[in-house]
């Protein structure tokens, strides 16, 4: 290992395992009620603990080391975190919100869809839900059967979805390693591995939310049929839920970034218009490229 790739990775370990070791060490700081990290270490001896966390730090490394992952990147982070993730499907339904999400689905099996789109918000009690993933839920419930097990093999491949679309996004807008540090760093988030296993909407929200801003963003690129399909991602997303409406602000932010990059292009000479119908620019025939190659530098 040279020393330019020796020093990022020992920073990064030691980090790793003081992490833990803070945590362990202000614990009885963390007064909170739901989930506490005092908890944590109440019933487990803490050797074993920082035993597991230097052992899945070697492992890591070793993991790093594995070709496949720069040259498949996508796939990789789609297969991983879709193996990680159904480690956790033993988890129980404990949020009460999934009963509702699953007496909608249910309308949907027994009458059909036009019954369900016909009586939600009326027969169909929707409180503060939107349609598309009871509806989703529905169709499964349909065709596969009232199993808890098909809807946790959805989610997961939403979320697998998402973590591969995070790629795709840092890919578009920085490079292939902005975009894998990306997908891992959302691997990262503990909270998310308790909510893939549930019958709720947050997982399949945030598919949608990223699918809409990376179809967006390749719509503002290329033109030709990304267009229609980013505006059917918007509207997915749309209906998903409430709290994407504002998520879905930042398109308006992506658009100005366009529109500003444009205009500088436009001044110096170099701009090529992506025609709508195939994504071709102008006066050169062939493949146009991005008309601002970085949004951000």
């Given at each position: 290992?040279?020393?330019?790739i020796r020093l990022p990775f020992?920073?990064?370990?030691?980090?790793?395992?003081?992490?833990?070791?803070?945590?362990?060490?202000?614990?009885?700081?963390?007064?909170?009620?739901?989930?506490?990290?005092?908890?944590?270490?109440?019933?487990?001896?803490?050797?074993?603990?920082?035993?597991?966390?230097?052992?899945?730090?070697?492992?890591?490394?070793?993991?790093?080391?594995?070709?496949?992952?720069?040259?498949?990147?996508?796939?990789?982070?789609?297969?991983?975190?879709?193996?990680?993730?159904?480690?956790?499907?033993?988890?129980?339904?404990?949020?009460?919100?999934?009963?509702?999400?699953?007496?909608?689905?249910?309308?949907?099996?027994?009458?059909?869809?036009?019954?369900?789109?016909?009586?939600?918000?009326?027969?169909?009690?929707?409180?503060?839900?939107?349609?598309?993933?009871?509806?989703?839920?529905?169709?499964?419930?349909?065709?596969?059967?009232?199993?808890?097990?098909?809807?946790?093999?959805?989610?997961?491949?939403?979320?697998?979805?998402?973590?591969?679309?995070?790629?795709?996004?840092?890919?578009?807008?920085?490079?292939?390693?902005?975009?894998?540090?990306g997908g891992m760093l959302l691997?990262?988030?503990?909270?998310?591995?308790?909510?893939?296993?549930?019958?709720?909407?947050?997982?399949?929200?945030?598919?949608?939310?990223?699918?809409?801003?990376?179809?967006?963003?390749?719509?503002?690129?290329?033109?030709?049929?990304?267009?229609?399909?980013?505006?059917?991602?918007?509207?997915?997303?749309?209906?998903?839920?409430?709290?994407?409406?504002?998520?879905?602000?930042?398109?308006?932010?992506?658009?100005?970034?366009?529109?500003?990059?444009?205009?500088?292009?436009?001044?110096?000479?170099?701009?090529?218009?992506?025609?709508?119908?195939?994504?071709?620019?102008?006066?050169?025939?062939?493949?146009?490229?991005?008309?601002?190659?970085?949004?951000?530098h």
């Amino acid at each position: 290992m040279n020393r330019n790739i020796r020093l990022p990775f020992l920073l990064i370990s030691l980090f790793t395992f003081l992490t833990f070791v803070l945590l362990f060490i202000f614990r009885a700081a963390d007064d909170n009620r739901l989930t506490s990290w005092q908890w944590v270490f109440d019933c487990v001896d803490i050797v074993n603990i920082f035993s597991i966390l230097i052992l899945g730090i070697v492992v890591a490394y070793i993991i790093s080391k594995i070709t496949f992952i720069e040259q498949y990147p996508a796939s990789f982070l789609f297969l991983f975190s879709y193996f990680i993730s159904a480690l956790f499907w033993g988890e129980p339904e404990v949020i009460v919100d999934v009963s509702r999400y699953f007496t909608q689905a249910k309308h949907l099996e027994m009458y059909g869809i036009s019954y369900f789109f016909r009586e939600w918000g009326h027969a169909i009690q929707s409180w503060t839900d939107l349609p598309l993933v009871p509806f989703l839920y529905g169709l499964i419930f349909k065709f596969f059967g009232e199993a808890r097990l098909s809807i946790q093999v959805f989610t997961t491949f939403l979320f697998s979805m998402t973590v591969a679309l995070t790629y795709l996004i840092g890919k578009d807008l920085w490079d292939e390693d902005v975009g894998l540090f990306g997908g891992m760093l959302l691997l990262g988030i503990p909270y998310l591995f308790t909510q893939i296993p549930l019958m709720l909407v947050d997982i399949p929200a945030m598919f949608f939310l990223t699918f809409a801003i990376y179809t967006f963003i390749r719509a503002l690129k290329r033109g030709g049929s990304w267009i229609p399909l980013a505006s059917s991602a918007i509207f997915l997303a749309f209906y998903a839920k409430y709290s994407a409406w504002l998520m879905l602000s930042v398109l308006g932010v992506i658009f100005l970034v366009y529109l500003i990059k444009n205009k500088g292009l436009r001044e110096g000479g170099s701009l090529k218009i992506p025609s709508p119908s195939r994504g071709e620019g102008e006066g050169g025939g062939g493949n146009s490229e991005l008309l601002t190659p970085n949004y951000i530098h």
